[in-house]
């Protein structure tokens, strides 16, 4: 099936050019050309995806410099090197100056279509990245998309950050409402003040009160001296009240007379403390819903939802997923010793179709599993979780280190066939003898790891 790619052939030999052409009509549009002047001229007038380039036209050094010129017209175009006579030499100079491939000319149809499409790919994965890589380095702070979703959100974080009111951050867990908490401080009027995160649900019953408004000197067995509550540690600043549904009711009394009265009692004090606070609240929770079950106070209710957001989960912003691997690829990618990693399509097609049940603290924490586990400066498929390619879901973030272990091996195994497969046009018999393996092993370890072998037709 005739694909819309068109193909660029350079060779002085015209009677190879015409059966060469000829091999690939099925498959492409293609442009013969036998001179440098005449590709020169197509590559100016026409769209061209990928360029077959035969550097015997003259000596090494001559076909080496018609490449570099070449490459200068069209510094982005995938360029495949053929030659009747290969050398380590000439390769490598190759592929210094640009070329993607460099190899004989007896090619099958199959492996010439595997570089071309590989090639394709990842020029256009290529300029993907290099304009998320430009947009990145516009966005400011750490709210990363580009979706009407995000931008919302955006709007929402700067049209409040600059007042005192209350915000209630709500969504699903993952989705970076403790973000959001960030950003409002970062832009406010407070922003050089002490930001507090406080999460509720990790609070020990019976010292709740202690720990958010502090407590006296001999107040309680262990008091052994007056200790600040996180509201006087943020005082002029910001604290985030983080799983707020999970307070208990006597504590959710105690913290509406902080929003109301402006002051906290601490345990076994005898004064209030005036304190000057922004509070920002957050939950996965519904709050509405639990008012009405008398499982949390409605005037609280009130007085936290002042200014809603609400953040959408991340199966519901899939345009942002690209912009998001690439942010958390430049974080993480240097300190796990990976720098300039990037996605292959594939790996890039599962994510897209995934839907993320622990939302963007799920993708974040892929990308840092991937980095370890892929051993070339591409992520594949292989290297995602089974759930992301098999379309399984789990919540679990705790990972047994034998199936780690496990999935590092598979990853890498199936890593090193596909490339064999991808470098012969996918013939079995050749693989297997790059590999070092029988032939029914490599048969065995594809059918065992999901790889589909395809038929491929000569030339």
């Known amino acids: ?103 004989a000319k007896s090619l099958h149809v199959g492996e010439l279509r595997a570089f071309v499409e590989k090639a394709v790919q990842e020029a256009m994965l290529k300029r993907d990245y290099e304009r998320i890589r430009d947009e990145l380095s516009r966005l400011s702070g750490k709210i990363v998309g580009r979706s009407a979703e995000i931008k919302r959100i955006l709007e929402q974080i700067r049209r409040v950050a600059m007042t005192d009111v209350t915000v209630l951050v709500m969504g699903e867990s993952g989705t970076g409402k403790e973000l959001v908490a960030q950003e409002i401080h970062t832009l406010s009027k407070r922003a050089q003040k002490p930001f507090v995160a406080v999460n509720c649900a990790s609070l020990v019953r019976g010292l709740v009160e202690s720990e958010l408004f502090g407590h006296q000197r001999g107040s309680f067995t262990g008091a052994m001296q007056n200790k600040l509550g996180k509201f006087e540690l943020a005082e002029d600043g910001t604290i985030f009240l983080d799983e707020i549904a999970d307070l208990d009711l006597q504590s959710q009394v105690k913290l509406l007379r902080v929003l109301q009265e402006k002051v906290v009692d601490r345990v076994g004090g005898s004064m209030p403390i005036p304190i000057d606070v922004r509070v920002i609240a957050a939950t996965n929770r519904n709050l509405s819903e639990m008012t009405t079950k008398g499982e949390f106070r409605e005037d609280l209710y009130y007085r ?66 991937a980095i370890l586990f892929c051993s070339s400066q591409k992520i594949e498929a292989s290297d995602l979780p089974k759930e992301i390619t098999e379309g399984k879901v789990t919540t679990a ?18 890593l090193a066939i596909l490339n064999a497969l991808e470098q012969t046009g996918w013939n079995v018999k050749k693989s297997a003898q790059i590999l070092s393996i029988p032939e029914k092993t490599l048969y065995d370890k594809c059918s065992n790891l999901g790889i589909k072998l395809k038929k491929v037709n000569k030339i």
């Open 304 to 369: 936290l939802n002042i200014f809603p957001i609400t953040l959408p989960p991340l199966r519901q912003h899939k345009d942002d997923i690209p912009l998001l691997v690439q942010y958390y690829l430049e974080r993480y990618g240097p300190e796990l010793g990976k720098p300039n990693l990037s996605v292959s399509q594939s790996g890039m097609e599962f994510m897209m179709q995934y839907d993320w049940p622990g939302n963007v603290r799920e993708l974040q924490n892929t990308i840092q599993r």
């Open 1 to 103: 099936m005739k694909t819309s790619r068109a193909l660029l052939i350079l060779d002085s030999d015209r009677e190879f050019l015409k059966n060469f052409e000829a091999s690939l009509r099925e498959f492409y549009t293609s442009f013969a050309a036998t001179t440098e002047e005449e590709a020169q001229k197509i590559l100016e007038s026409e769209h061209i995806d990928a360029m077959f380039f035969n550097k015997d036209s003259g000596d090494a050094e001559s076909g080496i410099d018609a490449l570099k010129r070449l490459k200068a017209l069209a510094p982005e175009l995938p360029v495949i090197v053929l030659t009747d006579n290969p050398t380590v030499e000439t390769a490598v100079e190759a592929i210094k100056v640009g070329a993607y491939h460099y190899g």
């Open 397 to 414: 973030e705790n990972i047994p280190l034998p199936l780690i272990e496990k999935q590092a091996k598979e990853s890498a195994a199936r």
